[in-house]
């Protein structure tokens, strides 16, 4: 009886002093650098890890020298996700093994943004430049990103289909243009970074011939000018 008692209160000063119980989650530290295909650095990436085994979202920012680190439980394996202008980039995914001691190792991701990307979900009234509410989750996401990219400078680009005058297409295209660039600016992204230009019906992407094809031609794009 004094035997097990003593064995208990050893055990108990262990745990207390180590940390260590049989329930003990161990986890990797992994030292993340982030570059485009050229092996620059790329700074003010953030980077998701989602655990295929639990779905918890871990992320890290990139600093300046394109480098942060994140610490991971072990176990499972984690789809690497980047934020991108309104939607994340599926990367690949790591798998990190269920091992009963902390780890530590390098991960190196390389990636390009799109030189041009259309907005999802950011739509207009008939005829008119005003947002509908639809379309302020995704400029929200976009004026994250900018916040995040802090030397990225774009282009907002206005697209209609062909239905209507010609002239007052690209009027109405350059409206919409500004009205995106006044949103971001009223989030916070500097004006400077920001251009605004309306194209009208001249740089179609699809038939102007069927309705499917002409609501693929009244567009945003973001089209970037300088990283």
């Avoid at 994140?70 to 789809?79: C, K, R």
């Avoid at 030189?115 to 009234?125: E, G, I, R, S």
Wanted: glycine share 6%.
């Amino acid at each position: 009886m004094k035997l097990i008692k003593f064995f208990s209160i050893i055990f108990f000063l262990f745990t207390a002093l180590t940390g260590y119980t049989q329930d003990t989650i161990h986890r990797s530290v992994l030292n993340v650098t982030v570059s485009d295909f050229k092996k620059n650095v790329s700074p003010g990436d953030k980077i998701f890890f989602v655990s295929k085994k639990t779905g918890k979202i871990y992320s890290g920012i990139s600093g300046e020298n394109g480098k942060f680190k994140i610490t991971l439980p072990n176990g499972s394996e984690y789809q690497i996700k980047i934020k991108s202008f309104d939607q994340d980039m599926n990367y690949t995914a790591v798998n990190i093994a269920d091992a009963d001691y902390d780890m530590e190792f390098d991960i190196g991701i390389s990636y390009e943004l799109p030189k041009t990307y259309t907005l999802k979900d950011v739509h207009f009234d008939t005829n008119k430049a005003s947002l509908k509410p639809a379309s302020y989750k995704s400029l929200n996401e976009l004026a994250e990103f900018m916040l995040l990219k802090k030397t990225l400078k774009i282009e907002l680009a206005g697209h209609t289909d062909s239905d209507g005058d010609e002239k007052a297409n690209k009027i109405l295209s350059q409206k919409r243009a500004e009205t995106v660039r006044n949103y971001l600016i009223k989030e916070g992204v500097p004006k400077s970074r920001l251009t605004a230009v309306g194209y009208g019906e001249t740089q179609p992407v699809a038939t102007n011939s069927t309705e499917k094809g002409k609501a693929l031609n009244r567009r945003t794009e973001v089209r970037i000018l300088e990283q």
